[in-house]
């Protein structure tokens, strides 16, 4: 069994499409080669399946799923707003893993806008308490790595 995973948390953010998943899965993949187990998934797929575990009575158990893997990648957070209870259960997620395990989270909003993704100010500090906590921010800059090619009338992409 691999030594642990140092319990620090990478949210990954910046600007659109400038590498940020891409970064996350390189850094899943060298863990992977070390033995450590990996989660990835988007933040909007890990809330559908908690939201649907209160439905059938799975919740803990899919909160578990969640809560295992060596490291926990949860990728675009911040392109819609959550709904309350969906905001709950990102907290649940992180407070349970603060400091328990490793976290990557590819978000395209700063910490000051984290607020508008869970329309509550105290749940978003209360999660970014946890987040910065031990963690190593990386911000990208540049230009979108989808659109590098692209030519627009009148001008660059």
Same mark, same amino acid.
């Given at each position: 069994m691999p030594k642990a995973i140092p319990r620090c948390v990478l949210p990954l953010w910046k600007a659109f499409h400038n590498g940020k998943t891409h970064l996350a899965i390189g850094i899943a993949m060298k863990a992977?080669?070390?033995?450590?187990?990996?989660?990835?998934?988007? *933040?909007?797929?890990?809330? /559908?399946?908690?939201n649907f575990g209160r439905a059938d009575n799975s919740y803990y158990q899919k909160l578990d799923y969640y809560l295992?893997?060596?490291?926990?990648?949860?990728? @675009?957070?911040g392109f819609k707003k959550l709904p309350r209870y969906s905001a709950d259960d990102f907290f @649940?997620?992180?407070?349970?893993?603060? @400091?328990?395990?490793?976290?990557?989270?590819t978000t395209n909003k700063p910490f000051d806008k984290w607020g508008?993704?869970?329309t509550d100010t105290t749940m978003a500090l209360a999660i970014l308490?946890?987040?910065?906590? /031990?963690? *190593?921010?990386?911000?990208?800059?540049?230009?979108?790595?989808?659109?590098?090619?692209?030519?627009?009338k009148g001008g660059e992409a």
């Amino acid at each position: 069994m691999p030594k642990a995973i140092p319990r620090c948390v990478l949210p990954l953010w910046k600007a659109f499409h400038n590498g940020k998943t891409h970064l996350a899965i390189g850094i899943a993949m060298k863990a992977l080669l070390k033995g450590y187990k990996i989660l990835f998934t988007s *933040v909007a797929q890990m809330l /559908h399946q908690l939201n649907f575990g209160r439905a059938d009575n799975s919740y803990y158990q899919k909160l578990d799923y969640y809560l295992k893997p060596d490291l926990l990648i949860l990728d @675009e957070l911040g392109f819609k707003k959550l709904p309350r209870y969906s905001a709950d259960d990102f907290f @649940e997620v992180i407070a349970r893993r603060y @400091e328990t395990g490793s976290l990557i989270i590819t978000t395209n909003k700063p910490f000051d806008k984290w607020g508008d993704i869970f329309t509550d100010t105290t749940m978003a500090l209360a999660i970014l308490d946890r987040v910065v906590h /031990h963690s *190593v921010v990386i911000q990208i800059n540049g230009p979108s790595y989808r659109a590098k090619d692209l030519k627009m009338k009148g001008g660059e992409a």
